[in-house]
């Protein structure tokens, strides 16, 4: 006998429940804003439709059918199933926190703040959720598999993102590496005898992004530069990437500071500093860490995040 579908409800704590936690009572947070000409009302109403969202998305999860709930800070530690059907409740970036740790598995994303949130991945009302569960597990339902980025280290250590990764110094100060490209196949290898020469680099890091990710840091680094580079969409399978405020100097060069890269491709860099780190969409506590000598390579992933339409 085949187990019923299992939902996985995302949240996160709302803006209300942090205040709590850090002032101890309603009474003192409301307190402290309002020593500083701020009101607290905002925040209870945000909490307030938040736990509607979820109370509704909850009871539309049928009765036959398992259901969890997970905190985005236990995300790291929580074991997704192949057959779930993950709902994501809250803001955009909830959508791209969850993206990292799933393999496949169809994603609703509910917008608990129409008007507030964009809207780019919590596209959906938290009325609709019984339908949209049961377009996502008949197969009915539309989706868009939104590509995503990977980096990969020769120790193969691998971190997956849907908006973008981050690799440097975990304090953002000056990083040491070497950059360079390389093809992604043992073909394209023998094809091309001579690898693109690395450039030695010193830098605030670098980020390497998607289409989906053009919608945020990403296109506030194109922006900044005022980068002619076509930025890709969220479904194509290329990827763009940017070096943060290159230092030129007789050791380092700052010729090679933003591309993009198509699947075919992948940026290449040896670490030059004592411990560099990767993370991936804003998620600074799960990242990844480097050390001297050790290569890094980046690219668009094979895992796509298939977000119900």
């Keep these: 006998m085949s187990l019923a579908p299992r939902v996985v409800l995302v949240h996160r704590v709302t803006e ?3 205040l709590l936690a850090h002032h101890g009572t309603h009474g003192q947070a409301e307190f402290f804003l309002a020593s500083r000409g701020r009101s607290l009302t905002d925040a209870v109403d945000r909490h307030a439709r938040t736990h509607r969202a979820l109370a509704d998305v909850t009871a539309a999860v049928p009765l036959t059918w398992r259901q969890v709930r997970v905190e985005r800070a236990d995300l790291d530690r929580f074991l997704f199933a192949p ?10 970036g909830l959508v791209a926190n969850t993206a990292k740790y799933l393999a496949g598995q169809p994603v609703i994303g509910v917008d608990t703040d ?3 949130n964009p809207g ?3 596209r959906h009302r938290a009325r609709d959720t019984a339908a949209l569960l049961r377009a996502a597990v008949s197969g009915t339902g539309a ?20 908006n973008e990764i981050y ?3 975990p304090d953002h100060q000056t990083s040491r590496y070497r950059l360079g490209t390389d093809p992604r196949t043992g073909a394209d290898l023998k094809a091309k005898k001579d690898l693109d ?5 010193a830098s605030s890091g670098l980020v390497v992004g998607t289409g989906t990710g053009a919608t945020g840091w990403l296109r506030s680094l194109w922006l900044e530069r005022g980068s002619a580079l076509d930025l890709p969409g969220p479904t194509d399978p ?3 990437w940017f070096v943060r405020e290159a230092w030129p100097s007789p050791a380092t060069g700052t010729s090679r500071v933003q591309g993009t890269l198509t699947r075919a491709g992948r940026l290449r860099l040896t670490v030059e500093s004592e411990r560099l780190v990767a993370f991936g969409d804003g998620m600074e506590t799960d990242a990844l860490e480097f050390t001297w000598g050790q290569t890094v390579r980046l690219g668009v992933a094979d895992t796509r995040l298939r977000l119900l339409v």
């Design 120 to 122: 780019v991945l919590v």
């Design 114 to 116: 129409p008007g507030r």
């Design 83 to 92: 057959q779930d059907v993950v709902v994501v409740v809250g803001q955009d």
């Design 143 to 162: 989706f868009d598999d939104l590509t995503m980025v990977e980096a990969v280290a020769d120790d193969t250590q691998r971190l997956l993102a849907l």
């Design 197 to 201: 020469a690395d450039e030695a680099q």
């Design 238 to 240: 290329a990827l763009a």
């Design 16 to 18: 209300y429940q942090e």
């Design 167 to 169: 690799l440097g110094r």
